[in-house]
């Protein structure tokens, strides 16, 4: 089966600085990877997904995501964070179309 | 254009009362998901269909739990009698196809509290 972990619950980081949301998967054959964002009350919010090709993807709002099969990672970064970036991240595999989710990071931005 | 959109926002039952949750998809999505997130499991797959193939359920935790999707487009979640366990955050979803690799555009949920 497949699936994704997060292993930080949250993380900290200053305006400005450099964030960096972990991801680590287990699939078996070509991982289909997804970050998502989730303000208070509200939905899910699509980032950005791998499929294939470039190991660098680029994603809304100025992030983006590293894939390293060697290292089975998919870590979502963003050169320079802001306070709105606050909010819970959430990475995803998909499985036979049905997403399996990570138990979601909370990123705090302070100014 | 319109995202997804879900109604009611919010809703407070009592145990043992039976719940309808709906779901407006993207105009033209095929697929449709539901989802359930809570505090205890994160957030856990449902159910989910795909034009007019019968609907993948493998992930409904119990019989008290069912979906429909009329005419290919709005979804019915419907829950009979609620537990308290049954409390959570319940979210739609929908993509062009039904590929691993379309992307899911989730609307704003449903908070479903059972007293």
């Known amino acids: 089966a497949q699936s994704v972990a997060q292993p930080e619950d949250q993380v900290n980081v200053a305006e400005g600085n450099p964030l960096t949301v972990k991801c680590t998967y287990s699939?078996?054959?070509?991982?289909?990877l997804f970050w998502y964002v989730q303000y208070p009350n509200r939905g899910l919010q699509f980032l950005l997904k791998y499929i294939t090709g470039d190991n660098l993807v680029k994603g809304s709002y100025g992030f983006e995501a590293e894939f390293n099969k060697s290292q089975t990672s998919f870590h979502l970064k963003k050169p320079s964070a802001l306070v709105s970036d606050s909010a819970l991240y959430f990475c995803a595999v998909s499985q036979g179309g049905k997403l399996i989710f990570g138990q979601g990071t909370e990123l705090s931005v302070k100014p | 254009g319109a995202g997804v959109s879900q109604s009611p926002s919010n809703k407070v039952t009592e145990k043992g009362k039976d719940v309808e949750l709906r779901c407006d998809p993207i105009s033209g999505h095929t697929a449709l998901y539901w989802y359930r997130q809570s505090l205890g499991q994160g957030l856990e797959f449902l159910i989910y269909f795909q034009g007019n193939s019968a609907p993948d359920k493998s992930g409904l935790p119990s019989d008290r739990f069912s979906a429909e999707r009329t005419g290919g487009s709005v979804s019915t979640l419907t829950i009979q009698r609620t537990q308290q366990e049954d409390s959570a955050v319940y979210l739609c979803a929908s993509s062009l196809g039904a590929g691993a690799k379309d992307t899911q555009y989730f609307g704003p949920g449903t908070r479903l509290t059972v007293l």
């Open positions: 699939v078996s054959g070509n991982p289909y």
